[in-house]
């Protein structure tokens, strides 16, 4: 039994060093979107800094759609994070997902291209991912694109946030404006933790005893 519990709390340890991954960002949560302060973003397109005002959270993110458009600088509002994209419908692809997430590991220092050329080859293998476009311009977009091909089967701890440009309390969310990517935990994640807690309370009382 002590060797069952030992396992849960080391596994809940390095479970909550995964937490590192995962951005902390909440629906209602107001946003500011700003172009890679580097100057690496990509015509319309990512890498794009993304600031929660409630959160004080930042990460890079980039864009889902093709043809969806903000203002830099402005606020605007999680309404949704999800699997779906607002204006298309569609459903994030496998692909996309392992190619943000990549991205966020820093797996992608040995493509072609450097700073904004990288960033826009991200970004349109992520658009070519999601049926967004049929070809490429950058160089390192298709192979980027090929080498994401079979990496999951899923989606991951990948997730949408759905972003409107105004809420009230009596219509909601409303003016959908964009979709961007950010890093969730997985619910997985919570079970792993809780066990861990539960192991911790276990032996103190074991050890008490």
Known sequence: MKKVLTVLVALS??????LAYADTIHIGDQIRLNYDPNGYSYGHGGAFYLNDINT??????FCV????????????YIG?????????????????????SAYRQGLYTSYP???????????????????????????GALAIY?????????????????????????????GPVQDQLALVPES?????I????????????????
């Open 80 to 100: 949704g994070i999800s699997d779906t994209t607002l204006n298309t419908n569609y459903k994030l692809t496998p692909a996309a997902a392992y190619i943000y």
């Open 13 to 18: 340890m390095l479970t909550m060093m995964g």
């Open 113 to 139: 291209g450097t700073g904004i050329d990288q960033n826009g080859a991200i970004q349109e293998a992520i658009w070519y991912a999601m049926g967004e476009i049929n070809t490429f311009s950058l160089e």
């Open 146 to 174: 090929n080498n994401a091909l079979g990496k999951w089967n899923d989606i991951g701890n990948v997730r949408v946030l759905n972003l409107y440009s105004s809420y009230s309390a009596e219509t909601g969310f409303s």
């Open 188 to 192: 997985s994640t919570f079970l792993l």
């Open 56 to 61: 004080l959270d930042n990460f890079y993110t």
């Open 65 to 76: 759609e093709n043809q969806e458009y903000f203002n830099p600088g402005n606020l605007y």
């Open 194 to 209: 809780g066990a861990g807690f539960a192991g911790v309370w276990l032996l103190r009382r074991r050890f008490k005893s």
